[in-house]
């Protein structure tokens, strides 16, 4: 299987991005995790400690190549303009739960490999498919395979899909020749856009991220403290606005995966209707989505804060 035909078929299941890399251990990017996790700064979503992150044996032994994929989630969604109270579901939670696209992507890229391989009367490959649900660092080996550069954002930032994608890797037991992926070079320069829209200033210096400040973190953390709860802003689940200020993501395609498309009505839902959902509606609207893992409690805490924080601002 030569790394054309692979291009050709991630293409066919729907793929944006595909990359090739070396499972030798992630040892580039091991400073920045230790750095993170020294601080305190670690959000306990990591999966593993920053050394058994970066060990790609420790999760496939088998595996001697590593492919980092990217799908696209871009939809621009205008805002819905009434008199009515709503929050904001971000970019993140749109449609079907990633976790499910994108391994669903995976899995039938790696059937019609080894579909071709059986017709060529050779071995099957075995694999294995991550979407963050593992230790292993998903920026760290997109970065490693060519697909983007790390922004000020934290976002890893393509040149076509700027950073509104998502990211999967398959670790294989098979050796691919493939051509050595060229580095992305930085591209943030002087700007500091994200920087500056950040409502908290959870961003810092030195590619950091102060997760007690992030929204995206704080709506999904089960219990916050009253600083916290004041840093809610608008959201329901995620955050958006250090990749919406960013330059890389002005005048971007929209994605053509129809699992994520949604209308605006359901980006942003009135709050009575979310404070009036059922278990059985909330499972029915939201469990297919990747804001549904942290339950009702956790939407209808963030619905009651938007609401809360509104009333001290007005
Ligand atoms: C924990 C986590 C979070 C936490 C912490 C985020 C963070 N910035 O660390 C919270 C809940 C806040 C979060 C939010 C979001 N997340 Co998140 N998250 C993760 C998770 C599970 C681990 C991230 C992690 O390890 N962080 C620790 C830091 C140190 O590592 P890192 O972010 O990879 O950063 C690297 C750079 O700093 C790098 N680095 C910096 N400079 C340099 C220079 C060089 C030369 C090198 C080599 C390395 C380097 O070193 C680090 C290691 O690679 C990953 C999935 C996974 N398993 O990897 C998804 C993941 C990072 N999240 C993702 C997404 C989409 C988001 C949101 C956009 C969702 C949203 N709309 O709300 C936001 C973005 C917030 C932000 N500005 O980062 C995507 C990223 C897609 C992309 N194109 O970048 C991922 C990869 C999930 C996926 N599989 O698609 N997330
Ligand atoms: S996701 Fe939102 S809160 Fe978190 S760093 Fe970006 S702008 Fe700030
Ligand atoms: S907004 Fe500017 S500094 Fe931030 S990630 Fe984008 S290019 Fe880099």
């Known amino acids: ?94 449609g079907e739960d990633y976790h499910q696209v994108l391994r669903r992507k995976m899995i039938e890229l790696m059937e019609t490999v080894n579909d071709e391989n059986q017709r060529m009367r050779e071995l099957p490959i075995n694999y294995q498919v991550f979407v963050d649900n593992s230790p292993l660092v998903d920026r760290g080996s997109a970065y490693r395979a060519g697909l983007g550069f790390f922004g000020k954002n934290n976002c890893l930032i393509n040149h076509q899909l700027g950073s509104f994608f998502f990211i999967g890797q398959i670790l294989i037991d098979s050796e691919i020749t493939y051509t050595q992926p060229q580095l992305v070079e930085n591209g943030c320069g002087t700007c500091r856009r994200c920087l500056d829209a950040c409502p908290n200033q959870a961003l810092g210096e030195g590619y950091s991220l102060d997760p007690s400040k992030c929204i995206s973190y704080l709506t999904q953390k089960k219990s916050l403290s009253p600083a916290e709860e004041a840093r809610i802003s608008i959201y329901l689940y995620g955050c958006d606005l250090c990749q919406l200020a960013c330059p890389y993501n002005q005048d971007l395609k929209k994605t053509p995966e129809q699992a994520f498309w949604i209308d605006a009505e359901t980006a942003s839902p009135r709050l009575l209707d979310i404070l009036a959902l059922t278990n059985k509606s909330f499972k029915i609207r939201y469990r297919q989505t990747s804001s549904g893992w942290r339950g009702k409690k956790n939407l209808l805490r963030n619905a009651q804060l938007i609401i809360k924080n509104k009333i001290i601002h007005d």
């Open 1 to 94: 299987m030569t790394e054309e035909k692979f291009r050709r078929l991630a293409e066919q299941s729907g793929i944006d991005l595909i990359g090739f890399f070396s499972v030798e251990p992630l040892k580039e990017c091991l400073p920045n995790l230790i750095k993170r996790h020294q601080a305190g700064l670690s959000t306990g979503l990591e999966g593993g400690e920053p050394e058994q992150r970066i060990d790609y044996r420790r999760v496939f032994p088998s595996a001697k190549t590593g492919i980092a994929i990217g799908v696209s989630n871009f939809q621009a969604i205008a805002a819905v303009v009434d008199d009515q109270l709503r929050g904001q579901f971000a970019s993140v939670s749109w």
